[in-house]
């Protein structure tokens, strides 16, 4: 089978191990589920690398530096975007909600820095209005993942939603993310309207040789909590600093939790410009 005209180098290699003939019993069982790894560690990639330059630029990089190391993440981050497009590992699709993610995140992170929400403490020239360019990769990296699993795991999704009704729910989460600095907080609003909005959702994900499905509110709350725990990461390796975090690390409240679900709707919906929302049965 030929590869179709801007895919990614991975539909070759995916393409042969889907071919494999591992058996049956606890062979196919083992297969499958090493399988699933390697498939979402290829749709993290661009997260994972992020999470990696963090850990490494905090315990390694020289404090004399002449480069900020803000500022070399910024570059890095840019060195690998542009790496995965020139060896086709990701497509100019991908690419475009990559953008589109860094522009959403920056704009919210320049209102969160100003309103004290948290801090980026180390000094940079690569920034604006004190947030470094690279917290932009950081959201992109969200749409990234959501993009190339989407692909990757070939989703369909069963009792969809009208998608006016996913987008008016995803301009009430990115407004309340600034109103509720001057207003109500209405996030449990929102979490309700998700429910009610997602409830009969499902999507249908296809692992070796059959589609398998969950509710996609729950599939939702897994990749929530995956980057909850990239952010420890991340707020351990003093990229950013959230009030308590100054002068010793602790783990990120719990609440943040909610945050990034509320997040996961922005992403979704902004990824599903790109991506097609087809049925099981299509």
């Known amino acids: 089978m030929g590869r179709r005209r801007g895919a990614s180098r991975f539909q070759q290699v995916r393409q042969r191990l889907e071919a494999f003939d591992p058996g049956t019993g606890w062979r196919l069982w083992v297969y499958e589920f090493l399988l699933f790894g390697f498939k979402q560690g290829w749709a993290c ?10 850990l490494a630029t905090h315990f390694l990089y020289p404090a004399d530096a002449p480069l900020a190391r803000y500022d070399f993440l910024t570059l890095a981050a840019l060195a690998i975007q542009l790496g995965m497009l020139a060896f086709r590992l990701e497509t100019w699709d991908e690419a475009k909600v990559i953008l589109i993610f860094h522009v959403v995140g920056t704009v919210m992170e320049v209102f ?7 801090v980026y403490p180390e000094p940079s020239l690569l920034r604006i209005a004190g947030v470094p ?3 932009g990769f950081m959201y992109a990296a969200v749409g990234s993942y959501i993009a190339r ?9 069963a009792h969809y939603p009208p998608r006016w009704a996913t987008w008016l729910l995803a301009v009430g989460v990115y ?9 109500l907080d209405l996030r449990w609003l929102l979490f ?16 070796f040789r059959v589609h398998r499905w969950m509710p996609l509110l729950l599939g ?5 909590l995956f980057i909850w725990f990239a952010e420890n990461i991340g707020t351990f390796a003093r990229a950013w600093s959230y009030p308590g975090q100054e002068q010793v690390w602790q783990p990120v409240h719990l609440a943040k939790f909610g945050s990034w679900y509320l997040l996961m709707i922005i992403s979704f919906v902004l990824v599903a410009l790109v991506q097609p929302i087809r049925r099981p049965d299509q």
Request: no cysteine; charged share 10%.
């Open 45 to 54: 990639l661009f997260g994972g690398l992020l999470l990696a330059l963090l």
């Open 112 to 118: 969160k820095t100003y309103a004290g929400s948290w």
């Open 133 to 135: 360019l690279f917290s």
């Open 149 to 157: 699993v989407w692909r990757i795991f070939d989703f369909r999704f």
């Open 175 to 183: 407004a309340n993310f600034f109103l509720h600095h001057y207003w």
């Open 192 to 207: 309700g309207a998700t429910a009610l909005i997602f409830w009969r959702t499902s999507v249908h994900f296809r692992n």
């Open 220 to 224: 939702f709350g897994l990749v929530a």
